[in-house]
């Protein structure tokens, strides 16, 4: 599914476009060619004048003039604001003739969800399994969207909803990847721990990597989108224990605090993950990418510690540190909110003492504004 979006019109008052785009840009297949897109948008319209209106519905216009029949169309931005009508248009007439949906102004995360689901409602779900390869590593992809409900989490909305690759199918990727001379696998999904849940009414998560391991030419596996929660309560210890290939698993822990944990509806505490950890890496040793959140609402500088004892405790290579950040969307919303200079210390204070510890950690978090 090819997404063409529309010229940014809208000024820079307005932050929805530019998320839009961004989002867009990070889910989906974008195209340039109008004629080849099956969805436009025009996230950023402008009705600040007559003339800004007229240029906003001319170029609409021209586009819709060079679209294939069955392309669907969403505008948003200041041109689906209710107002009077226009000495020019009637522009909610106008809109409502020409493009199927008209999305408003601020509900930027409606229309991305509405994308989202024409994404997947045709998909079968043997279309996954797909994988590519980058630097003598495959990536077989195995499944999207997820089933948890951290209060926090923007991604579930946006992805969903979950699908997994039949299982079948993933063995004979993992097969051609293997016949194709790649060591090494990793499987990726939102959360690969749900992996097979939808289709298969149980996690397969361990049957795969059961699989893998006996796959003599893959020798290394990674795990990347891996939810603790669901590994944890579902017990795939014993065959993460077992596994002498894999070797990475990328995950989040968001948080060391037990009371932030449980605000954030993780799903497991802080003892609950080390002793995992500690579990799966009793026969082969096996690296962590986690990331954490810095500055959940209410977090304390205690709260910072505790995530800090329990980074030192798993040891792992590299933590991304993300600044929390706000949407009216998320459950998270109704806690207290820290200021953005709380959220940006307690950010520095992961760094400066995970850096002292030789630990890769980049702060993340500020480059795009959630709704
Ligand atoms: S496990 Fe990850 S993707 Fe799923 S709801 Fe929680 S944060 Fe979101």
Not at 276 to 288: A, G, L, M, S, V
């Amino acid at each position: 599914m090819k997404i063409f979006i529309g010229e940014m019109m809208s000024c820079n008052l307005n932050y929805q476009p530019e998320y839009i785009v961004y989002q867009l840009e990070d889910n989906f297949e974008i195209t340039t060619m109008v004629e080849d897109a099956d969805i436009i948008v025009f996230p950023g319209t402008c009705s600040c004048t007559n003339e800004n209106i007229s240029y906003s519905i001319e170029y609409i216009s021209s586009i819709l003039k060079r679209k294939k029949t069955s392309a669907k169309t969403y505008v948003t931005g200041c041109l689906t604001r209710k107002f009077k009508k226009s000495e020019l248009f009637d522009i909610e007439n106008w809109l409502e003739a020409n493009v199927d949906f008209i999305i408003p102004q601020n509900s930027p995360n409606l229309l991305l969800k509405m994308i989202s689901e024409e994404k997947f409602k045709n998909i079968e779900k043997d279309d996954f399994g797909a994988w590519i390869a980058y630097q003598n590593e495959a990536y077989l992809y195995i499944s999207n969207g997820c089933l948890n409900n951290c209060t926090f989490c923007k991604t579930t909305f946006q992805k969903l909803p979950l699908k997994s690759v039949d299982f079948n199918k993933a063995k004979l990727a993992v097969n051609e990847i293997a016949m194709n001379g790649i060591k090494k696998i990793n499987l990726v999904g939102t959360n690969i721990s749900q992996y097979g849940l939808d289709i298969n009414g149980t996690y397969m998560l361990p049957k795969l990597i059961e699989y893998i391991e006996n796959v003599y030419d893959i020798s290394e596996l990674g795990l990347i989108g891996f939810a603790f929660k669901d590994a944890i309560n579902n017990d795939f210890s014993f065959v993460m224990q077992n596994s002498s290939k894999l070797n990475l698993i990328s995950g989040s822990l968001e948080s060391g605090s037990d009371r932030i944990l449980n605000l954030m509806r993780k799903g497991f505490t802080s003892e609950e993950i080390i002793q995992f950890i500690e579990t799966i890496r009793k026969k082969y040793p096996k690296d962590f990418l986690l990331s954490i959140i810095a500055g959940f609402p209410t977090e304390e500088i205690e709260d910072v510690k505790k995530t800090l004892d329990v980074l030192n405790t798993i040891n792992p290579s590299y933590v991304a540190i993300c600044r929390y950040t706000d949407s009216k969307y998320v459950y998270s919303h109704q806690h207290p909110q820290l200021t953005p200079t709380e959220i940006q210390e307690h950010a520095r204070i992961y760094q400066k003492v995970l850096s002292r510890r030789k630990i890769s950690a980049p702060i993340k978090g500020d480059d795009y504004i959630y709704n």
